[in-house]
């Protein structure tokens, strides 16, 4: 199942939209998916609800090659979003109190326990310890959420506080990517020196990336006052090999034993997927891993006024939440506006076959980088 491939072009990459027009799709993103559909070796091409244009080619995608793209896995290697129960009950959350003991989250990590949490996962001699335990700038996150809804057979029960920590490897990934050699353009062809050490490279960022993820929501929990509990890991840009081809995720969540969170905006629900095991192959066992940006950061600035009130305002959701994020232009372009509607997205993919909802989320504190840190 599924909208009709893109044709008309020969030897193009069979492309599937998940998504029927009632999705909100920037014509851009649809160009871009026909470009890459005409690269060397592309085969296939899932696009998502939450697509939107990138740099190298758009963000909600998954791209199935015969050789190795790392424009389509993009700096960030390893980017993901993890889901953590907590086990502090909501009646103990006071909300301004949380947000003020989530502020450690913008202190540096202290240098000997990042170095055990690498060590433990086999990564003492990788890319070392800078940024191990934070955020970063961009969409990336750390939110404290109330389970307000839950299926049978959901793994987070209704009233559950959770952590979701959306972050990747840092400035390890960007390093791995701004130093390739030109050919990277048209592909690492499998078993070239290029790729093989690519790949060395990729693999480790994306470990190094789970351990972030996993350091700081154990930053948050016991700034809460609270143990932390891993319930899925789905990376969302990366490589994966199969069946002798290469699975290329830009945005697009590869689910961890099954399930993968679907984020919204700081100021909407988020969600637990549970994917299909009768999901159509042209899927590429792949989901969407958020709402996916509705506007760009630029024209966010005209969208809303940078007055001090309205700055204020946003410090405080519809919801009831708290945002800490003290980069005023951060706090613009992330705006709940700037993105599509994450119940929409939800529902395109339960249209289409791929998952279905198992838990629903509410935003109660999200914290953002701090200004020093999103300028890194």
């Known amino acids: 199942m599924g909208n009709s491939p893109l044709s008309g072009v020969a030897d193009a990459a069979t492309v599937t939209k998940f998504y029927t027009e009632q999705a909100w799709i920037e014509g851009r993103s649809e160009d871009q998916m026909t470009q890459v559909a005409q690269w060397p070796g592309m085969r ?41 129960a907590l086990d502090l009950p909501p009646r103990r959350l006071k909300l301004d109190k949380a947000a003020r003991r989530m502020r450690v989250l913008q202190d540096p990590f202290e240098r000997t326990l990042a170095e055990t949490a690498l060590e433990a996962a086999g990564l003492s001699a990788g890319p070392g310890v800078e940024g191990l335990g934070s955020i970063g700038g961009g969409n990336h996150f750390c939110e404290v959420q109330e ?76 700034a809460l006052g609270s143990e932390v509990r891993l319930i899925c890991d789905a990376p969302h840009n990366h490589l994966a090999a199969v069946d002798g081809l290469w699975l290329h995720r830009k945005g697009a969540a590869g689910p961890d034993c ?23 192959d042209a899927a590429l066992a792949s989901l969407s891993h958020g709402a996916g940006r509705r506007y760009d950061r630029a024209s966010m600035h005209g969208r809303i006024k940078r007055s001090r009130s309205s700055l204020a305002a946003m410090e405080r959701t519809a919801l ?57």
């Open 258 to 280: 099954g399930l993968a969170p679907l984020a919204g905006s700081r100021e909407t629900h988020s969600f637990l997927l549970r994917a299909r095991h009768d999901a159509p």
């Open 44 to 84: 296939q091409i899932a696009g998502f609800p939450d697509l939107h244009p990138g740099r190298h080619g758009p963000v909600g995608a998954a791209f199935l090659a015969d050789r190795i793209y790392p424009q389509l896995i993009g700096p960030d290697i390893g980017c993901g979003m993890a889901l953590f």
């Open 147 to 222: 389970v307000v809804h839950a299926q049978e057979g959901s793994p987070i029960a209704k009233g559950t506080l959770c952590l979701l920590v959306h972050t990747g490897s840092r400035g390890h990934g960007a390093r791995v990517f701004t130093a390739l050699d030109d050919p990277w353009r048209d592909g690492f062809l499998p078993g070239s020196a290029a790729a093989d050490d690519y790949l060395v490279l990729h693999d480790v960022a994306q470990r190094w990336a789970a351990v972030n993820r996993l350091t700081i929501a154990r930053r948050a929990a016991e």
């Open 320 to 376: 009831g939440g708290r945002v800490i994020c003290e980069d005023r232009d951060l706090m613009i372009e992330e705006a709940g506006a700037a993105y599509k509607d994450a119940g929409h997205v939800a529902a395109e993919l339960e249209r289409f076959g791929l998952a279905h909802r198992i838990a629903t989320m509410a935003p109660r504190v999200t914290f953002k980088c701090t200004r020093t840190e999103g300028k890194r």
